[in-house]
């Protein structure tokens, strides 16, 4: 399973980025807002060292706009995907730009229909949120698993994102389900690496160590 930072604070992709595990990048508007500068300086910086592909969101919701600003976005750099919402519209516009070859991202996908529906107009990839769907009460991860099998039987070729992930277990059961990519806030992925027993066994390696040295002093 791929991991994608789903950030745009260029830190902590730096950061992630420099341990060989940041595979792409996906942004929103809300978490541009949270960087506090402008949408493309930030999305060309990011796209300046990440290979791997890089979500930026279209801020229209009509059709004509969305296909505008889309073909905006998209020369912004090579690595580009344009993320688009799980709307009327938003299908429309997939439809249209998967045929100029344009990458897209449909996004805010809370149900097996919507994941059908956008894997069939043609999206790279699509998005199903997982936490929200938990804030809901319902299960997020059932959504992965039901999205892989469909596009399975299909052989529907969108790559699924599981996004709006808050806990380490989020992410493993994303990779258990059949994720293709879990897209993971930046601040999760310390907690991915640590584990309480981990620290605990270097502490008392290092205390046995410093006891063995001494004695043969
Ligand atoms: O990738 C979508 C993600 O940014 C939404 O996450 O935590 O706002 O539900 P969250």
Redo the contacts with the bound molecule.
């Keep these: 399973m791929k991991f994608f930072l789903?950030t745009a604070n260029v830190e902590q992709i730096k950061r992630i980025n420099d341990l060989g595990l940041c595979d792409g990048v996906?942004t929103?508007p809300?978490?541009i807002k949270k960087e506090g500068r402008d949408f493309k300086e930030v999305v060309t910086e990011i796209a300046s060292f990440v290979k791997g592909p890089i979500s930026a969101e279209v801020t229209s919701y009509d059709y004509e706009n969305m296909v505008k600003e889309a073909r905006e976005i998209a020369t912004w750099a090579d690595n580009i995907v344009v993320k688009i919402p799980m709307t009327e519209a938003g299908l429309k516009a997939i439809k249209a730009l998967s045929k100029e070859g344009i990458k897209t991202n449909c996004?805010l996908i809370f149900s097996l229909c919507q994941g059908l529906m956008a894997a069939k107009a043609g999206a790279t990839y699509i998005?199903p949120?997982l936490?929200?769907i938990d804030d809901m009460g319902e299960d997020g991860v059932e959504l992965i698993y039901n999205l892989r099998t469909v596009l399975d039987n299909y052989g529907l070729e969108s790559q699924i994102i599981a996004?709006?992930i808050?806990t380490n277990k989020h992410v493993e059961e994303s990779a258990l389900a059949g994720a293709d990519i879990a897209?993971i806030p930046g601040n999760l992925f310390e907690k991915m690496w640590t584990h309480p027993l981990t620290n605990a066994g270097i502490e008392s390696f290092k205390k046995d160590w410093q006891q063995f040295i001494n004695r043969n002093k």
């Design positions: 789903d996906t929103n809300s978490l996004t998005s949120f936490g929200r996004a709006s808050r897209t």
